[in-house]
């Protein structure tokens, strides 16, 4: 099996992270986004969606989308006992919800910030640097939810560490691109990043 990436993209590092948790190694191979290389019809052969990180098996299958990946390998590597998903019913429907919560919340108008603000893909899609900036505040007000539940909860879904923390520090973590940093208005959430930066299978994929 091979991992195609682009290390330091947000999406990546938590395939990244979800791999050293369940300590599993595969080959890397790196991908040049910045350069347009996802744009090829080479890529898109591979890849649906046109983007990384995308998972190539070994009989060519290949499979993209991160959260599709992690599915996938915990499922054929041996699920880790507690798994990164849930266990019971409650807790898998329980970690699923904090985990779109994330994503829609947190991850999809952080993105639309920097891809707006920065301008990075402008040689390819619209930019628009009012969304840009009305994405980054989406963003930053969508943290207070997350901040009350980690006042109360150690973890982002409850009593223990799930894929919708992965998530979660994976995008934050990437808040810098966009001049953003956890600070004393939020404690809880500044508190638990900092744990999380620490823990073996975030600080082991530091780029």
Known sequence: MKIYEFPIAPNARRVSIFLAEIELEIE????DIRGGENLTAEFKEKAANGLIPFLELDDGTCICES????????SVHGQPVPSLFGESPLEQANIEMWHRMVEF?????????FRNISGIYQDREN??????????????????TFEVQLG??????GDRFSIADITLF???????????KLDEDTPNL??????MKARPSIASTEP
């Open 190 to 195: 500044s508190h638990w990043f900092t744990s």
């Open 127 to 144: 930019i628009n640097q009012e969304w840009g900036e009305e994405s980054k505040q989406r963003f930053i007000d969508a943290l207070s």
């Open 28 to 31: 890397r191979i790196n991908v």
């Open 105 to 113: 919340q947190i991850m999809v108008p952080l993105l639309q910030a």
């Open 170 to 180: 994976s995008f934050l973590n990437f808040a810098r691109v966009i001049k953003f």
């Open 67 to 74: 959260i599709a990946i992690c599915r996938y390998l915990e």
């Open 152 to 157: 109360a909860q150690p973890f982002v879904a």
